[in-house]
């Protein structure tokens, strides 16, 4: 099946400071990452659509400035959280889209295979 | 309107028991919906999926089943064991793009030995 890790799964940090998540596909590639935010007990936000060699699009209300989204190669997609605040303390999971192919010729569909998550805490 | 919106919020379900989740969704263009299942700490697995062209799908003891006409959904997990227990997604996409995936708000079970 397809494979996607993070790194790292979780990390603490200072206020102020930058953290950088990585999100790798590791038996595929993947022209197209996703990166949720999710709160406790509550279900996955999306904050952005990363395209390999093209610049992310952002979801409504989230700050492009502040979450910085590379996706440099066809299995890397990073998010950088920019002067981290408490506030920025989440649950941050990235998810890669992957073309599942169906026999006799007919058109595949689209899947997303999600990573571990990583848990941010910024004190 | 993008929304699903799944019911209920939490669930408790004896061992052996079946334990049952409901979704609507109003987007007509949804014509792809997978069920996904989150342990703590955990990202999303995929458990199974269903196009509209069907009204069931079964695989072990999940079983979704589909109505398109009234626009709903439901995941039926038959003989629920303890290892069950974790917060269950829907959602809903446009299968030829998936695009993105459109969530429930999730569901957590808690299965009682």
């Known amino acids: 099946g397809a494979v996607v890790s993070q790194h790292p799964s979780w990390v603490i940090c200072k206020s102020g400071t930058s953290v950088k998540i990585e999100c790798r596909s590791l038996?595929?590639?993947?022209?197209?990452m996703f990166w949720y935010r999710q709160f406790p007990k509550q279900s996955l936000m999306l904050m952005a659509t990363?395209?390999?060699?093209?610049?992310?699009?952002?979801e409504q209300g989230v700050e492009k400035d502040k979450f910085l989204i590379n996706h440099a190669s066809l299995t890397l997609s990073t998010l950088t959280v920019t002067s981290a605040h408490p506030e920025d303390s989440s649950f941050y999971i990235c998810?890669?889209?992957?073309?599942?192919?169906?026999?006799?010729?007919?058109?595949?569909?689209?899947?997303?295979?999600f990573g571990p998550g990583t848990r941010l805490t910024v004190l | 309107q993008q929304q699903v919106k799944q019911s209920p919020q939490s669930l408790i379900v004896q061992k052996g028991g079946i334990s049952i989740i409901n979704c609507a969704y109003e987007?007509?263009?949804?014509?792809?919906f997978p069920w996904y299942q989150q342990f703590p700490g955990k990202g999303p697995a995929l458990l199974i999926a269903?196009?509209?062209?069907?009204s069931e799908k079964k695989e072990g003891r999940f079983t979704i089943s589909f109505n398109k006409s009234a626009k709903q959904f439901s995941l039926h997990i038959m003989d629920s064991q303890p290892g069950d227990s974790a917060t269950y997604f829907c959602?809903?996409?446009?299968?030829?793009?998936?695009?993105?995936?459109?969530f429930g708000s999730g569901t957590q079970l808690t299965v009682l030995p």
């Open positions: 998810s890669a889209r992957v073309n599942i192919g169906t026999p006799s010729g007919r058109a595949g569909y689209n899947e997303q295979f």
């Open positions: 038996d595929f590639q993947a022209t197209t």
């Open positions: 990363s395209n390999e060699g093209s610049k992310a699009t952002y």
């Open positions: 987007n007509t263009a949804f014509d792809y």
């Open positions: 269903i196009r509209p062209d069907v």
């Open positions: 959602a809903a996409s446009i299968w030829s793009t998936a695009r993105q995936l459109t």
